[in-house]
């Protein structure tokens, strides 16, 4: 089933706000990269695939040590950023292709491993997806990535959203596994797709890192401002409700401010399996 919703997107509005501010998700999603990086333990030699690469950077750090990454997205601004970084980077061995993880017709067999930074929970079709990606991997190739635990044990959204929703109704939530950030956040619903598409040896395991909003609670804001939170949130409300809150939002952040900026902790699970 093409993932006609999430293509347009990222394809378009959401993949142009994240290829702008590229580096700052990069920094905010550091640690999770090299917890995947260190749980792929990359190889001379080896071709991996990256799903849902964005900008690149999981990506481009794998690159150097392996003999060649594949880059795979739906989102061409994102794909620009990232064939420009390579380019830059001097990485021809990193190349990066337009396509959806649940139909794309790359050979049979063609990869030694998988990997994914949060590129997973946007399947309109998971199952489909987690099966292809099996058909695209060596036998016994490995299969590592990280993707968000449920909403609610997750503080890097709950903080500001929490404090935004003492002011305005709360938005339609969708129905349960619907293609989102919090789409993996069942470990049972994992395990279970991973099964189903025939992978071995599945293991979860719980990771909290701190994710770094900015410098100080202002510079935080201004960035919240632009987020498709934000806009999911405020759409439609009056600007005196705006204002009060995003105030709402600045006091919430401020005890999570210190001489290292504003940090809020991340919960996800880092995802290892066999084919």
């Given at each position: 089933?093409?993932?006609?919703?999430?293509?347009?997107?990222?394809?378009?509005?959401?993949?142009?706000?994240?290829?702008?501010?590229?580096?700052f998700?990069?920094?905010?999603?550091?640690?999770?990269?090299?917890?995947?990086?260190?749980?792929?333990?990359?190889?001379?030699g080896?071709?991996?695939?990256?799903?849902?690469?964005?900008?690149?950077?999981?990506a481009?750090?794998?690159a150097?040590?392996?003999?060649?990454?594949?880059?795979?997205?739906?989102?061409?601004?994102?794909?620009?950023?990232?064939?420009?970084?390579?380019?830059?980077?001097?990485?021809?061995?990193?190349?990066f292709?337009?396509?959806?993880?649940?139909?794309?017709?790359?050979?049979?067999?063609?990869?030694?491993?998988?990997?994914?930074?949060?590129?997973?929970?946007?399947?309109?079709?998971?199952?489909?997806?987690?099966?292809?990606?099996?058909?695209?991997?060596?036998?016994?190739?490995?299969?590592?990535?990280?993707?968000?635990?449920?909403?609610?044990?997750?503080?890097?959204?709950?903080?500001?959203?929490?404090?935004?929703?003492?002011h305005?109704p709360?938005?339609?939530?969708?129905?349960?596994?619907?293609?989102?950030?919090?789409?993996?956040?069942?470990?049972?619903?994992?395990?279970?797709?991973?099964?189903?598409?025939?992978?071995?040896?599945?293991?979860?395991?719980?990771?909290?890192?701190?994710?770094?909003?900015?410098?100080?609670?202002?510079?935080a804001?201004?960035?919240?401002?632009?987020?498709?939170?934000?806009?999911?949130?405020?759409?439609?409300?009056?600007?005196?409700?705006?204002?009060?809150?995003?105030?709402?939002?600045?006091?919430?952040?401020?005890?999570?401010?210190?001489?290292?900026?504003?940090?809020?902790?991340?919960?996800?699970?880092?995802?290892?399996?066999?084919?």
């Amino acid at each position: 089933m093409p993932n006609t919703e999430q293509i347009e997107h990222w394809d378009g509005e959401g993949g142009e706000h994240w290829a702008e501010h590229a580096d700052f998700y990069d920094a905010l999603l550091r640690r999770y990269a090299d917890r995947i990086m260190a749980r792929l333990d990359p190889q001379p030699g080896e071709r991996v695939l990256d799903i849902g690469c964005g900008n690149g950077a999981l990506a481009l750090g794998i690159a150097p040590h392996v003999g060649e990454v594949v880059g795979l997205d739906i989102s061409g601004p994102m794909l620009a950023t990232a064939a420009e970084r390579a380019a830059a980077a001097g990485l021809s061995n990193a190349t990066f292709e337009k396509g959806d993880a649940q139909l794309h017709a790359l050979p049979d067999a063609s990869f030694d491993a998988a990997v994914s930074r949060f590129g997973v929970m946007f399947f309109e079709d998971p199952a489909a997806a987690f099966a292809n990606i099996a058909r695209m991997l060596r036998p016994g190739g490995r299969l590592v990535f990280a993707c968000w635990q449920p909403m609610f044990s997750n503080a890097w959204i709950m903080v500001p959203a929490g404090a935004v929703l003492a002011h305005v109704p709360l938005p339609p939530m969708g129905e349960p596994g619907a293609p989102g950030p919090f789409a993996l956040g069942d470990a049972d619903r994992v395990r279970s797709l991973l099964d189903g598409a025939g992978f071995a040896d599945v293991e979860l395991e719980p990771v909290e890192e701190p994710m770094r909003y900015g410098e100080s609670v202002e510079e935080a804001v201004a960035f919240l401002r632009n987020t498709e939170m934000a806009r999911t949130l405020l759409k439609d409300v009056d600007e005196e409700t705006v204002g009060r809150a995003w105030e709402a939002v600045r006091e919430a952040l401020a005890p999570y401010a210190g001489p290292d900026g504003v940090s809020l902790t991340g919960a996800a699970w880092l995802v290892t399996a066999r084919s």
